[in-house]
T-cell receptor, first 112, second 115 residues
Framework: DAKTTQPNSMESNEEEPVHLPCNHSTISGTDYIHWYRQLPSQGPEYVIHGLTSNVNNRMASLAIAEDRKSSTLILHRATLRDAAVYYCILRDDPQGAQKLVFGQGTRLTINP | NAGVMQNPRHLVRRRGQEARLRCSPMKGHSHVYWYRQLPEEGLKFMVYLQKENIIDESGMPKERFSAEFPKEGPSILRIQQVVRGDSAAYFC?????????????FGDGTRLSIL
């Protein structure tokens, strides 16, 4: 899987939007961009994924740059429950490995 | 609408004993993955199974570790002759099918402590 780069930590306030960046300058044309998060003492939780177009679901939005070398996970209105480590993961090779390769992620702190 | 169920949530073993970790995937999911998270480290893939078959075990330690996903019943991760370094959180995930477009849904893990 191609490498991603994320800030180690970010901080935001409750009820404000949060933009979590991810750089993936070596992304290939078939790489999907996935986001997972891990709340304290819990397993990872799938958030969203996309290939080229921006994506929205009930949890978040994913904005993908036109050249696909970066993407941003957007939490529209953060709550205390959104405090977690967020992982940006590239997945490719449909015929090959199905494993997720987790990096260090971004630890998001939400202030009340 | 049960998610991925792992048990036990906490397991304590003495060095040299065996540890058995169980994972029941989400209903309708036939693909199971095991990951390990060592203290203060990231999640690492261990093994990927599809009913009765091991598809990818590239992340499994060569000795003492084995995994199965029988036709009936949960997936089992088995660690024989445990050592202190096996202390970690073990997470299971499942997906409805294979493919890089398929999300994996995780359980809340089994925290293994070795005395």
């Amino acid at each position: 899987d191609a490498k991603t780069t994320q800030p180690n930590s970010m901080e935001s306030n409750e009820e404000e939007p949060v933009h979590l960046p991810c750089n993936h300058s070596t992304i290939s044309g078939t790489d999907y961009i996935h986001w997972y998060r891990q709340l304290p003492s819990q397993g990872p939780e799938y958030v969203i994924h996309g290939l080229t177009s921006n994506v929205n679901n009930r949890m978040a939005s994913l904005a993908i740059a036109e050249d696909r070398k970066s993407s941003t996970l957007i939490l529209h209105r953060a709550t205390l429950r959104d405090a977690a480590v967020y992982y940006c993961i590239l997945r490719d090779d449909p015929q090959g490995a199905q494993k997720l390769v987790f990096g260090q992620g971004t630890r998001l702190t939400i202030n009340p | 609408n049960a998610g991925v169920m792992q048990n036990p949530r906490h397991l304590v073993r003495r060095r040299g004993q065996e540890a058995r970790l169980r994972c029941s995937p989400m209903k309708g999911h036939s693909h199971v993955y095991w990951y390990r998270q060592l203290p203060e480290e990231g999640l690492k893939f261990m093994v990927y199974l599809q009913k009765e078959n091991i598809i990818d075990e590239s992340g499994m330690p060569k000795e003492r570790f084995s995994a199965e996903f029988p036709k009936e019943g949960p997936s089992i991760l088995r660690i024989q002759q445990v050592v202190r370094g096996d202390s970690a959180a073990y997470f299971c995930a499942s997906s409805v099918s294979w493919g890089v477009n398929q999300p994996q849904h995780f359980g809340d893990g089994t925290r293994l402590s070795i005395l």
